[in-house]
């Protein structure tokens, strides 16, 4: 059973950069044909997709944030992460790692001083 679990820290100042992790367990992220994405829910909003990391490597970001997003993966450890640039409030939300019909349990991250 393939389980997807998020990390990273839960505050976030304005400018910085956020930074979170997948780890997904029971599966390989290199098996072929599979998607690897970061999707946010703000608060009071819908599911953003934001970006996704595929099997192979290549990287695929939403038009309103490839300036400020960058997807990496780290086979050996089988994860993959997200870096978003110069964080403001707005970016606050609850951000998921997902891939098909599978998701992880979802990590809320706040953007404040």
């Known amino acids: 059973q393939v389980q997807l679990q998020e990390s990273g820290p839960g505050l976030v100042k304005p400018s910085q950069t956020l930074s979170l992790t997948c780890t997904v367990s029971g599966g390989s992220i290199t098996t072929p044909h599979f998607y690897w994405s970061w999707v946010r829910q703000p608060p009071g909003k819908g599911r953003e997709w934001m970006g996704a990391?595929?099997?192979?490597?290549?990287?695929y970001y939403s038009e309103s944030l490839k300036s400020r997003a960058s997807i990496s993966r780290d086979t050996s450890k089988n994860q993959f992460s997200l870096q978003l640039h110069s964080v403001t409030p707005e970016d606050t939300a609850v951000y998921y790692c997902?891939?098909?019909?599978?998701w992880g349990q979802g990590t809320q991250v706040t953007v404040s001083s």
């Open positions: 990391i595929a099997f192979d490597g290549d990287t």
């Open positions: 997902n891939a098909e019909s599978l």
